[in-house]
Protein backbone atom coordinates (compact mmCIF):
# COMPACT_ATOMS: atom_id res chain seq x y z
CA UNK A 1 0.00 0.00 0.00
CA UNK A 2 1.21 3.74 -1.04
CA UNK A 3 0.57 6.55 1.34
CA UNK A 4 -0.25 10.04 -0.16
CA UNK A 5 0.30 13.20 2.03
CA UNK A 6 -0.42 16.49 0.83
CA UNK A 7 1.33 19.25 3.17
CA UNK A 8 0.01 22.10 3.87
CA UNK A 9 0.31 25.01 6.71
CA UNK A 10 -3.23 24.65 8.34
CA UNK A 11 -4.81 20.85 6.73
CA UNK A 12 -3.10 17.99 5.17
CA UNK A 13 -4.43 15.57 2.71
CA UNK A 14 -3.67 11.37 3.18
CA UNK A 15 -4.65 8.88 0.91
CA UNK A 16 -4.00 4.91 0.91
CA UNK A 17 -4.00 3.16 -2.49
CA UNK A 18 -3.27 -0.33 -3.52
CA UNK A 19 -0.38 -1.46 -6.25
CA UNK A 20 -3.71 -1.86 -8.30
CA UNK A 21 -4.94 1.25 -8.38
CA UNK A 22 -8.01 1.19 -5.52
CA UNK A 23 -8.28 3.59 -3.31
CA UNK A 24 -8.86 2.04 0.21
CA UNK A 25 -9.79 5.84 2.30
CA UNK A 26 -9.28 9.65 1.75
CA UNK A 27 -9.60 12.45 3.89
CA UNK A 28 -8.34 15.80 4.65
CA UNK A 29 -6.54 16.52 8.67
CA UNK A 30 -5.37 19.32 10.80
CA UNK A 31 -2.28 19.73 10.75
CA UNK A 32 -1.87 18.88 14.67
CA UNK A 33 -3.52 15.31 14.14
CA UNK A 34 -1.76 14.43 10.75
CA UNK A 35 1.42 12.70 12.63
CA UNK A 36 -1.39 10.26 14.60
CA UNK A 37 -3.10 9.77 11.28
CA UNK A 38 -0.26 9.00 9.33
CA UNK A 39 1.22 6.39 11.92
CA UNK A 40 -2.33 4.73 12.63
CA UNK A 41 -2.89 4.52 8.54
CA UNK A 42 0.26 3.23 8.19
CA UNK A 43 -0.28 0.03 10.54
CA UNK A 44 -3.51 -0.36 9.55
CA UNK A 45 -3.02 -0.45 5.94
CA UNK A 46 0.64 -1.87 6.09
CA UNK A 47 1.94 0.58 4.09
CA UNK A 48 5.07 0.62 2.35
CA UNK A 49 5.95 3.35 0.99
CA UNK A 50 4.90 7.27 1.58
CA UNK A 51 4.61 10.13 -1.24
CA UNK A 52 4.41 13.80 -0.58
CA UNK A 53 4.23 16.79 -2.46
CA UNK A 54 7.03 18.52 -3.62
CA UNK A 55 5.54 22.18 -3.15
CA UNK A 56 4.66 24.36 -0.08
CA UNK A 57 5.70 23.28 2.82
CA UNK A 58 7.38 20.18 1.82
CA UNK A 59 11.01 20.20 3.17
CA UNK A 60 9.85 21.25 6.51
CA UNK A 61 6.99 18.28 6.58
CA UNK A 62 10.04 15.63 5.37
CA UNK A 63 12.26 16.32 7.90
CA UNK A 64 9.11 15.71 10.59
CA UNK A 65 7.87 12.91 8.65
CA UNK A 66 12.00 11.14 8.78
CA UNK A 67 11.88 11.59 12.53
CA UNK A 68 7.83 10.58 12.79
CA UNK A 69 7.71 7.67 10.76
CA UNK A 70 9.59 4.17 10.57
CA UNK A 71 12.68 4.34 8.77
CA UNK A 72 11.27 1.04 6.93
CA UNK A 73 9.10 3.24 5.20
CA UNK A 74 10.78 5.20 2.11
CA UNK A 75 10.07 8.36 1.66
CA UNK A 76 9.30 10.28 -1.94
CA UNK A 77 9.13 13.49 -3.31
CA UNK A 78 6.63 13.71 -6.30
CA UNK A 79 5.95 16.21 -8.62
CA UNK A 80 2.57 18.92 -7.23
CA UNK A 81 2.62 21.41 -9.98
CA UNK A 82 -0.50 21.63 -11.11
CA UNK A 83 -2.36 19.22 -8.57
CA UNK A 84 -4.70 21.44 -7.02
CA UNK A 85 -6.42 22.10 -10.17
CA UNK A 86 -6.07 18.26 -11.03
CA UNK A 87 -8.20 17.70 -7.68
CA UNK A 88 -11.12 20.26 -8.48
CA UNK A 89 -11.46 18.44 -11.94
CA UNK A 90 -11.77 14.95 -9.82
CA UNK A 91 -14.08 16.10 -7.27
CA UNK A 92 -16.83 16.49 -9.80
CA UNK A 93 -15.66 12.94 -11.50
CA UNK A 94 -16.06 11.39 -8.08
CA UNK A 95 -19.01 13.45 -6.84
CA UNK A 96 -20.81 14.81 -9.87
CA UNK A 97 -22.91 17.45 -9.67
CA UNK A 98 -26.35 17.85 -9.46
CA UNK A 99 -29.38 20.14 -9.66
CA UNK A 100 -28.76 23.23 -10.98
CA UNK A 101 -25.31 22.90 -10.58
CA UNK A 102 -24.92 20.57 -13.48
CA UNK A 103 -25.86 23.54 -15.43
CA UNK A 104 -22.37 26.01 -14.29
CA UNK A 105 -19.17 25.27 -16.71
CA UNK A 106 -16.94 22.73 -14.60
CA UNK A 107 -14.23 25.26 -15.29
CA UNK A 108 -16.11 27.63 -12.55
CA UNK A 109 -17.25 24.99 -10.34
CA UNK A 110 -15.83 24.68 -6.85
CA UNK A 111 -15.70 21.80 -4.65
CA UNK A 112 -17.76 22.70 -1.51
CA UNK A 113 -15.02 21.31 0.47
CA UNK A 114 -11.29 20.99 1.11
CA UNK A 115 -9.66 18.60 -2.04
CA UNK A 116 -6.19 18.22 -0.43
CA UNK A 117 -7.03 14.36 -0.58
CA UNK A 118 -8.01 14.40 -4.04
CA UNK A 119 -4.23 15.85 -4.36
CA UNK A 120 -2.81 13.38 -2.13
CA UNK A 121 -5.02 10.27 -4.45
CA UNK A 122 -2.96 11.87 -7.29
CA UNK A 123 0.21 12.49 -5.82
CA UNK A 124 0.07 8.59 -5.52
CA UNK A 125 -0.84 8.32 -8.97
CA UNK A 126 1.76 10.23 -10.20
CA UNK A 127 4.28 8.01 -8.62
CA UNK A 128 2.67 4.67 -10.15
CA UNK A 129 3.01 6.31 -13.72
CA UNK A 130 6.50 7.49 -13.47
CA UNK A 131 7.78 4.62 -11.28
CA UNK A 132 5.92 2.19 -13.99
CA UNK A 133 4.58 0.25 -11.08
Known sequence: MILGFDPG??????AVMSLQGKIETHQVIATDEVIN????LIK????TLLVIGNQTT??????RLEKEIPSTIPIQLVDEYNSSL??????????PAK??????PLGMRLP?????DL???ILIERYLRLSGV
Not at 58 to 63: A, T
Not at 86 to 95: D, F, G, K, S
Open 37 to 40: SLQT
Open 9 to 14: KDKCGV
Open 112 to 116: PRPVD
Open 58 to 63: SKIWLK
Open 99 to 104: GLMRLV
Open 44 to 47: KYAV
Open 86 to 95: EARERYWQMY
Open 119 to 121: VAI
